[in-house]
């Protein structure tokens, strides 16, 4: 005999005043960002560098990260709607998603255009002082948006990742100011072009990640972090649980993660059940967001029929 279901829902909130105040830090990193992608796409048209227009796309990867983890930590601050319930987490994933997209798209181009230069360069290669000014900007842009992002809450797994990915993106740009150095220096008409293939190759292998990471997100699969096999067999090794079904583990945002699960369990087991659970699967697998629903038997024969 299968009895009415029982549901527990075990919603964290405590997080909220953190992403409020982190917002800011997000909103001007990535004003910074844009404002940087604008400059270097001007004027890597202007003196025909594809060096520089590569590097435009490489920080553009940075919108994308930050875009993420700025996304999440502003958005997760709203509240839902009677149609939103879940609120607005996945519109970070959605803007992230895009934009990788589109840098893929542009790395094609980019690809294009320096095997171009390659096989028939230009009388002139690009300024190579100009190239070392914009990029070096790019560079002190880069530097100054991650120790912006440095300070925040410890546990801002985003926020860690997006200071990792900005300070990498300095060390590129600075390669960019090497080769405008070279170029300064030599003349040479290669470098601009090769310089902008080695560029791309960091952006598609930058831009994969999060492209795969937020293709996930919108299909709401698990996160990888979250082993979903080890969290059924943790379920069904508390006390009292005879069959575990209808397991599902998907992310609400960039930084929340939502479980639901039907547990058989029979009538003298339960007492304490909801709690065990809820506190296990955020200690243990950072699974904040619960929902469980039991279904009580009157007997353990009777729990492969409930199951089924």
Known sequence: MVHPSLHDHAHPHDHHSHGAAAGWR?????????????????????????????DAGHNLSDVAGLLLAGGAAWLMTRS???RRTYGFGKAGVLAALANSLLLVFACGALVFEAVARLLDPPTAPPPGLTVMLVASLAVAINLGSGWLLMGGHPDDVNR?????HLF?????????VLAGLVI????ARWVDPIASLGIVAVILATTWRILVQSLDMALDAAPRSIDVAAVRTWLAAQPGVTTVHDLHIWPISATETALTAHLVVPVAAQDGL???VNEGLKSRFSIGHVTVQVEQTDCDAHCDEAAS
């Open 80 to 82: 839902g709607s009677a």
């Open 274 to 276: 909801l709690e065990r």
């Open 168 to 176: 990498g993106d300095a060390a590129v740009s600075g390669a960019v």
């Open 160 to 164: 860690r990742a997006a200071v990792v």
């Open 26 to 54: 997000y909103g001007l990193a990535i004003g910074l960002n844009i404002g940087i992608v604008v400059l270097q796409l001007v004027v890597g048209l202007a003196v025909g560098s594809t060096a520089l227009l590569a």
């Open 184 to 187: 300064a220096l030599t003349g």
